[in-house]
T-cell receptor, first 115, second 111 residues
Framework: DTEVTQTPKHLVMGMTNKKSLKCEQHMGHRAMYWYKQKAKKPPELMFV???????INESVPSRFSPECPNSSLLNLHLHALQPEDSALYLC??????????????FGPGTRLTVL | QQPVQSPQAVILREGEDAVINCSSSKALYSVHWYRQKHGEAPVFLMI?????EQKGHEKISASFNEKKQQSSLYLTASQLSYSGTYFC????????????FGPGTRLSVLP
């Protein structure tokens, strides 16, 4: 199984809502990533988990809260978002290498719209 | 620090060749190449490591010039399926802490 799954595919939420994005992989990867991608822009790294521990937080606002409950699952909890947070949220996973970042497998993404 | 890619966009006819460049002002440890088709997730193409050799398949290959901190992706005899946006991703060291994608090159292959 070389697939990363993400749910939901689409999400519309108001600025006062609380919602969560989910990501799952069963490739035995121990590194998992959250990216944000705006239209016609590259994916922008938000968070990296390595062995279920948060290893990178790229100065992301606290209204985004990641969680890695086990080695196969990654969540992104959303609260009090702003309209400018509307974007495609991509999850990825990879092997953990001793040297640098390995090949990342991306999920199809969640298209988030904040009203 | 985000790498620079050139060109921003390129249009080819099927069967033509293309080169996409990725460069950084900082010393690089690795360069990664991904392709993203419209409405889809990025898909990994290859990694080039400092001190490593040129990688690739028959029609898509890449090189890494460590002295110039530049990588080039070579698309030979392009096919319609090559259309998409190509992103390079770079790391400055081997700690896995500073991976960043370039702005992308949009490639359109026409019949």
């Amino acid at each position: 199984d070389t697939e990363v799954t993400q749910t939901p595919k689409h999400l519309v939420m108001g600025m006062t809502n609380k919602k969560s994005l989910k990501c799952e992989q069963h490739m035995g990867h121990r590194a998992m990533y959250w990216y944000k991608q705006k239209a016609k822009k590259p994916p922008e790294l938000m968070f990296v988990y390595s062995y279920e521990k948060l290893s990178i937080n790229e100065s992301v606002p606290s209204r985004f809260s990641p969680e890695c409950p086990n080695s196969s699952l990654l969540n992104l909890h959303l609260h009090a978002l702003q309209p400018e947070d509307s974007a495609l949220y991509l999850c990825a996973s990879s092997q953990v290498r001793d040297l640098g970042t390995d090949e990342q497998f991306f999920g199809p993404g969640t298209r988030l719209t904040v009203l | 620090q985000q790498p620079v890619q050139s060109p921003q966009a390129v249009i080819l006819r099927e069967g033509e060749d293309a080169v996409i460049n990725c460069s950084s002002s900082k010393a690089l440890y690795s360069v990664h190449w991904y392709r993203q088709k419209h409405g889809e997730a990025p898909v990994f193409l290859m990694i080039l490591l400092k001190g490593g050799e040129q990688k690739g398949h028959e029609k898509i290959s890449a090189s890494f010039n460590e002295k110039k901190q530049q990588s080039s992706l070579y698309l030979t005899a392009s096919q319609l399926s090559y259309s998409g946006t190509y992103f390079c991703g770079t790391e400055r060291d081997n700690y896995g802490q500073n991976f960043v994608f370039g702005p992308g090159t949009r490639l359109s292959v026409l019949p």
